[in-house]
C-alpha cells in the first residue's frame, strides 16, 4: 500500500458520459498530481494542486477538469471524451516542503472510451 | 526544459546475470533524478533516487544507479537479476531551479524481462 487510493480500478465509458476518477491521499501531503499514462509513451504530467490550488496545467483539453476540495483529496472530471483518451490515469501525491521528494503513487485508473 | 530519455523499449537478461537500464537527462542546471518500478496493474513504486553527494546511489530490492555528470546519464543496475524484476522501469528528472512545481518529468519506460 502507497497510502494513495484511486477509485474505480477501472472505468469504461461512451463518448456522451460524464464520469469522475477519484484519489485520496493518506500521507499528510500537500501536494497532489495527475499523470497519463500511454503505452510506449512518457507519462505525461496533466495538473498539479499545491495546497490546494491549482498550479500546473499542461495544456490538457477542457473535456478532462480537475477539482481538488481539500488536500487530500483529488478528482477528475471526465466529459466528451474520445477514444484517444483511452489510458492509465494515475494519482499521485508529495510533500512540497521536501523539494528532492519522491512522488508516491495511486495504483491507477484504466479508463476506456468506446 | 527538463527531460530524461531511456533508448531502450526492452531489455532482456537472464536470471543470476547483471542488469543495466540506461537512461540520459537533459536539464538547465542540476538534476534531481529518480527511479520507479512498475509491476503489472499497478501504480509505479519509488526505488531511489540522486540529490546530491556520492555518486552510486543504492536503493529498494538491491538496485542501485550511478550518476554521471559528465555524460548526463543515470543508469539503473543490478549484480544479479531475478525474475520477480521483470517489471517496467521508468526514469525521472527534476530540474533543482524549475519554478515548474515538484512534478517529475518522466521517460517512456523501459521493460525488463529476466528469464529463467
Known amino acids: 500500500e502507497t497510502g494513495v487510493t484511486q477509485t474505480p480500478r477501472h472505468l469504461v465509458m461512451g463518448m456522451t458520459n460524464k464520469k469522475s476518477l477519484k484519489c485520496e491521499q493518506h500521507l499528510g501531503h500537500n501536494a497532489m498530481y495527475w499523470y497519463k499514462q500511454s503505452a510506449k509513451k512518457p507519462l505525461e504530467l496533466m495538473f498539479v494542486y499545491s495546497l490546494e490550488e491549482r498550479v500546473e496545467n499542461n495544456s490538457v483539453p477542457s473535456r478532462f477538469s480537475p477539482e481538488c476540495p481539500n488536500s487530500s483529496h483529488l478528482f477528475l472530471h471526465l466529459h466528451t471524451l474520445q477514444p484517444e483518451d483511452s489510458a492509465l490515469y494515475l494519482c499521485a501525491s508529495s510533500q512540497l516542503e521536501t523539494s528532492t521528494g519522491e512522488l508516491f503513487f495511486g495504483e491507477g485508473s484504466r479508463l476506456t472510451v468506446l | ?116
Do not use: M
Open chain 2, 1 to 116: 526544459a527538463q527531460s530524461v530519455a531511456q533508448p531502450e523499449d526492452q531489455v532482456n537478461v537472464a536470471e543470476g546475470n547483471p542488469l543495466t537500464v540506461k537512461c540520459t537527462y537533459s536539464v538547465s542546471g542540476n538534476p534531481y533524478l529518480f527511479w520507479y518500478v512498475q509491476y503489472p496493474n499497478r501504480g509505479l513504486q519509488f526505488l531511489l533516487k540522486y540529490i546530491t553527494g556520492d555518486n552510486l546511489v543504492k536503493g529498494s530490492y538491491g538496485f542501485e544507479a550511478e550518476f554521471n555528470k559528465s555524460q548526463t546519464s543515470f543508469h539503473l543496475k543490478k549484480p544479479s537479476a531475478l525474475v520477480s524484476d521483470s517489471a517496467l522501469y521508468f526514469c525521472a528528472v527534476r530540474d533543482r531551479g524549475s519554478n515548474s512545481g515538484y512534478a517529475l518529468n518522466f521517460g517512456k519506460g523501459t521493460s525488463l524481462l529476466v528469464t529463467p
